[in-house]
């Protein structure tokens, strides 16, 4: 999980790089779902399995990529309109839900202990926000939004059929991003011609995200939800670096009390989780 979320951050901080440039996020979709698709498709031939498989379209499976494609437009939006260390510490509220999910859908135990962390933590991200205040952005309600997408495809992952392995959950998770896409960008009024740069950062940006999207179906469909997404986490610290050394971004007072917030939660979390799983 944490070399996932690592990854997962270097691609934001890519595909923020990209949007900087001009290029349309519709169009960023198309070409970053496309090509992990592809990727994936010739992972999943080089381990002998089959692209299609009849469980790719049970109905878990179409709510994942409805998930997935809720997640994907709406964050990397986010990306594109606010600053990378401000999407990221929202997107940190990810594991509280997923753990709050894990509990409603899947009956993992939760006591009110961490009920009471993850109430604290989404206290966090109100402090992110600062909704009616004059910090408060609209463009935040997409990271939010995001989360929510993310969350779900988390959740749902963990419901996929054993049958389908993980690189071929990949390919249909980033296939779903194309129609996506392409709907946004005729909206947007069409594509650009990317230059040579921009076409180097996308295919670093599919390559990592790939190797992240994998990284993060091992440790879902592996580990027990509320072990293994408090480690999300992890993704906002390197944000933060990247979002420093990249961007020069200098995040204010209110957000890193959020995030400071939110974090604490999850920490929580994962130690009431470690007390409370051998007496289960």
């Not at 990221?88 to 899947?106: H, K, N, R, W």
Request: include cysteine; hydrophobic fraction near 55%.
């Amino acid at each position: 999980m944490v070399l996932a979320m690592a990854g997962f951050a270097l691609e934001d901080m890519l595909l923020k790089r990209v949007a900087g440039h001009g290029m349309p996020v519709g169009q960023i979709l198309i070409l970053f779902g496309g090509g992990g698709s592809l990727l994936f498709m010739a992972l999943t031939r080089a381990q002998g399995q089959a692209i299609w498989h009849p469980a790719v379209v049970q109905p878990r499976m179409l709510v994942k990529a409805a998930f997935e494609v809720l997640g994907r437009l709406f964050y990397t939006l986010a990306l594109a309109f606010t600053a990378l260390s401000s999407a990221s510490a929202i997107l940190q509220a990810t594991p509280l839900v997923v753990v709050a999910g894990a509990a409603l859908i899947f009956g993992e135990r939760v006591g009110w202990r961490r009920w009471t962390a993850i109430s604290v933590g989404l206290l966090g991200v109100l402090v992110i926000l600062r909704p009616g205040l004059d910090g408060f952005s609209m463009a935040s309600l997409l990271a939010v939004a995001g989360l929510i997408g993310f969350a779900g495809r988390d959740l749902a992952t963990r419901a996929a059929p054993k049958v389908l392995s993980n690189f071929q959950l990949g390919i249909y998770g980033f296939l779903a991003m194309v129609p996506t896409g392409a709907g946004l960008l005729l909206w947007q009024g069409g594509a650009v011609m990317p230059g040579l740069v921009d076409c180097g950062q996308l295919v670093l940006a599919i390559c990592i995200g790939v190797y992240a999207y994998w990284a993060l179906t091992v440790a879902m469909r592996t580990g027990e939800v509320s072990v293994v997404t408090p480690f999300r986490y992890t993704r906002l610290v390197f944000a933060l670096i990247l979002g420093l050394l990249v961007f020069g971004e200098r995040p204010d007072a209110m957000t890193y009390l959020g995030s400071a917030i939110v974090v604490a939660a999850g920490i929580y979390t994962l130690l009431r989780t470690r007390r409370v799983a051998p007496q289960a």
